[in-house]
T-cell receptor, first 111, second 114 residues
Framework: QQQVKQSPQSLIVQKGGIPIINCAYE??????FPWYQQFPGKGPALLIA?????SEKKEGRFTISFNKSAKQFSLHIMDSQPGDSATYFC??????????FGEGTQLTVNP | KAGVTQTPRYLIKTRGQQVTLSCSPI?????VSWYQQTPGQGLQFLFE???????NKGNFPGRFSGRQFSNSRSEMNVSTLELGDSALYLC?????????????FGPGTRLTVL
């Protein structure tokens, strides 16, 4: 049973654009929401993470927005660059170490 | 500080064989989790080890097993390989179990079952 739904499946933007990736979850026991970036042939790399008591967190060009009542969270990438082209995964944890991942979004940033 | 290392990086096996994959966590990290990544199923949790004990297990058959050693290094074993076991197997380490301990992934072992 998929507990974290991610959209869109793929996304193409121009350099400088602001891609937005959305995730929705069902399990209200989730209490930690990280985002990972994965390049081909590499393992996922932690980008940024948020706890549900915070509505927004910004690190560099990456921002997470969190809506606890709607059980949704999203990743915004400001001033996107071709080097940001990768697959992005949202995830959620429920108090242990087990991560439940979304399906992934393949982002392409054109020059 | 060195990252999570996994060996081997690539592996080719035939159906019915068994395989052992190895993971060395970041120095000082004592929790190790394993994930399977496939195009169809995405990233799925296999199991988690802490202090040589399995703390959590995902929804995988008993052919998938693992262990952790006293130095926190971990191995996972898959017996009686099936074609569907072809995947990228990822290891992640964190300081300890618990939501707010960040997990760092290794590069993975690409297993191909023929």
């Amino acid at each position: 049973q998929q507990q974290v739904k991610q959209s869109p499946q793929s996304l193409i933007v121009q350099k400088g654009g602001i891609p937005i990736i959305n995730c929705a979850y069902e399990n209200t026991a989730f209490d930690y929401f990280p985002w990972y970036q994965q390049f081909p042939g590499k393992g996922p790399a932690l980008l940024i993470a948020i706890r549900p008591d915070v509505s927004e967190k910004k690190e560099g060009r990456f921002t997470i927005s969190f809506n606890k009542s709607a059980k949704q969270f999203s990743l915004h990438i400001m001033d996107s660059q071709p080097g940001d082209s990768a697959t992005y995964f949202c995830a959620a944890r429920d108090g242990g170490s087990r991560l439940t991942f979304g399906e992934g979004t393949q982002l392409t940033v054109n020059p | 500080k060195a990252g999570v290392t996994q060996t081997p990086r690539y592996l080719i096996k035939t159906r019915g064989q068994q395989v052992t994959l190895s993971c060395s966590p970041i120095s000082g990290h004592r929790s190790v989790s394993w994930y399977q990544q496939t195009p169809g199923q995405g990233l799925q949790f296999l199991f988690e080890y802490f202090s040589e004990t399995q703390r959590n297990k995902g929804n995988f058959p008993g052919r998938f097993s693992g262990r952790q050693f006293s130095n926190s290094r971990s191995e996972m074993n898959v017996s009686t390989l099936e074609l569907g076991d072809s995947a990228l197997y990822l290891c992640a380490s964190s300081l300890a179990p618990g939501s707010y301990n960040e997990q760092f992934f290794g590069p993975g072992t690409r297993l191909t079952v023929l």
